[in-house]
């Protein structure tokens, strides 16, 4: 099937209206940085229809008590968890975001285009089966990857790359062996989960793959890992749908972290997603804007990792990725044997 050469992407005005009483970090000034950063993007682009996640749709991966109740908020102002507000109209932006994964799976199975660049608020990596967390509501990435595998696909992989572990999408895909969980993650920091020897469980053992960092870590250690034990793991996996969970959050100036990733360390990682979605799953991959909080940093990434997945030239204003001594070779070292344990690396 030949397929338009377009990007299809995902972004409502009307997540603005999920918003704290007072600051906080996840904000909606965020979604208008990533806007700005795809709108820079010079490519043929088609928006996707806005979608309402229904009670069905969220129960692919939620328990039923939990979307009843998130569904029947009254929505007075609160606080689900230290992190997580809940104000009237946040349902609806959760379900919104939701929605937009789910429909940009669909379009890209039914051959509208490759690639897509869901740019969506809540983030939805930090939400368990049963609770929100983590500025969290609904996961998002996982109701992409249960729907995907409901229309056909039989292996899903999930790359997270956003600076905090993503355990909410670890958790509810821990046991099984058909959508595999990828991520790289300073580490230890929030949520405290994403140890190197979290593979998984019964059949699902081997499927989770956690490359836990310390902090300070710059471009030259996220390539290292994507080239020595993501990349090879994926490769042996041959997903037929790929989804990035692609956060921020790990960029030199973000505020609620420790690590020095340029924009040239996301264009690099998403190029090299694009080659995995290429060689196995017919160039179907669709990138979840996940954490980023400091707005400037967020609008180059989210630039340059579309550019990336889309292997776009490297435009000339892109300023040179640093070469910086390797740190973090030991946590490379302990996510590599872990690794071993069900996947060759060559």
């Given at each position: 099937?030949?397929?338009?050469?377009r990007?299809?992407?995902?972004?409502?005005?009307?997540?603005?209206?999920?918003?704290?009483?007072?600051?906080?970090?996840?904000?909606?000034?965020?979604?208008?940085?990533?806007?700005?950063?795809?709108?820079?993007?010079?490519?043929?682009?088609?928006?996707?229809?806005?979608?309402?996640?229904?009670?069905?749709?969220?129960?692919?991966?939620?328990?039923e008590?939990?979307?009843?109740?998130?569904?029947?908020?009254?929505?007075?102002?609160?606080?689900?968890?230290?992190?997580?507000?809940?104000?009237?109209?946040?349902?609806?932006?959760?379900?919104?975001?939701?929605?937009?994964?789910?429909?940009?799976?669909?379009?890209?199975?039914?051959?509208?285009?490759?690639?897509?660049?869901?740019?969506?608020r809540?983030?939805?990596?930090?939400?368990?089966?049963?609770?929100?967390?983590?500025?969290?509501?609904?996961?998002?990435?996982?109701?992409?990857?249960?729907?995907?595998r409901?229309?056909?696909?039989?292996?899903?992989?999930?790359?997270?790359?956003?600076?905090?572990?993503?355990?909410?999408?670890?958790?509810?895909?821990?046991?099984?062996?058909?959508?595999?969980?990828?991520?790289?993650?300073?580490h230890?920091?929030?949520?405290?989960?994403?140890?190197?020897?979290?593979?998984?469980?019964?059949?699902?053992?081997?499927?989770?793959?956690?490359?836990?960092?310390?902090?300070?870590?710059?471009?030259?250690?996220?390539?290292?890992?994507?080239?020595?034990?993501?990349?090879?793991?994926?490769?042996?996996?041959?997903?037929?749908?790929?989804?990035?969970?692609?956060?921020?959050?790990?960029?030199?100036?973000?505020?609620?972290?420790?690590?020095?990733?340029?924009?040239?360390?996301?264009?690099?990682?998403?190029?090299?997603?694009?080659?995995?979605?290429?060689?196995?799953?017919?160039?179907?991959?669709?990138?979840?804007?996940?954490?980023?909080?400091?707005?400037?940093?967020?609008?180059?990434?989210?630039?340059?990792?579309i550019?990336?997945?889309?292997?776009?030239?490297?435009?000339?204003?892109?300023?040179?990725?640093?070469?910086?001594f390797?740190?973090?070779?030991r946590?490379?070292?302990?996510?590599?044997?872990?690794?071993?344990?069900?996947?060759?690396?060559?």
């Amino acid at each position: 099937m030949t397929r338009p050469r377009r990007l299809l992407f995902a972004h409502d005005p009307r997540s603005a209206i999920h918003q704290a009483p007072g600051y906080h970090p996840e904000r909606p000034e965020r979604l208008a940085a990533a806007k700005r950063g795809l709108d820079a993007v010079d490519y043929e682009k088609s928006p996707l229809p806005a979608r309402l996640a229904s009670a069905e749709d969220l129960l692919m991966v939620h328990g039923e008590a939990f979307v009843t109740q998130l569904l029947a908020h009254d929505e007075h102002p609160t606080f689900l968890d230290p992190d997580t507000y809940f104000v009237p109209g946040s349902l609806e932006t959760a379900r919104l975001a939701a929605g937009a994964g789910l429909e940009a799976v669909d379009a890209i199975l039914r051959g509208d285009s490759n690639h897509a660049a869901v740019l969506v608020r809540p983030p939805g990596h930090h939400a368990r089966r049963d609770q929100a967390m983590g500025f969290c509501l609904f996961n998002n990435a996982a109701l992409m990857a249960e729907h995907a595998r409901r229309q056909g696909c039989e292996r899903i992989a999930i790359v997270d790359f956003d600076v905090h572990h993503g355990n909410g999408t670890q958790e509810i895909f821990y046991g099984r062996p058909d959508v595999l969980y990828a991520s790289t993650h300073q580490h230890p920091f929030y949520p405290g989960t994403g140890h190197a020897e979290e593979r998984g469980e019964g059949e699902g053992t081997g499927f989770t793959v956690n490359v836990p960092l310390s902090g300070g870590g710059e471009d030259n250690v996220y390539n290292a890992a994507f080239e020595r034990i993501l990349l090879p793991v994926l490769e042996a996996y041959k997903p037929d749908f790929v989804i990035v969970s692609a956060g921020f959050d790990a960029a030199l100036r973000d505020p609620l972290a420790e690590m020095r990733l340029s924009d040239e360390a996301y264009r690099s990682m998403m190029a090299s997603l694009r080659a995995v979605a290429d060689a196995s799953a017919q160039g179907r991959i669709a990138m979840l804007l996940e954490g980023g909080y400091d707005l400037p940093s967020l609008e180059t990434g989210v630039r340059a990792a579309i550019e990336g997945m889309l292997l776009l030239p490297v435009p000339a204003d892109a300023e040179p990725a640093p070469a910086t001594f390797d740190r973090n070779e030991r946590d490379l070292e302990i996510a590599e044997r872990a690794a071993r344990k069900s996947w060759q690396l060559g």
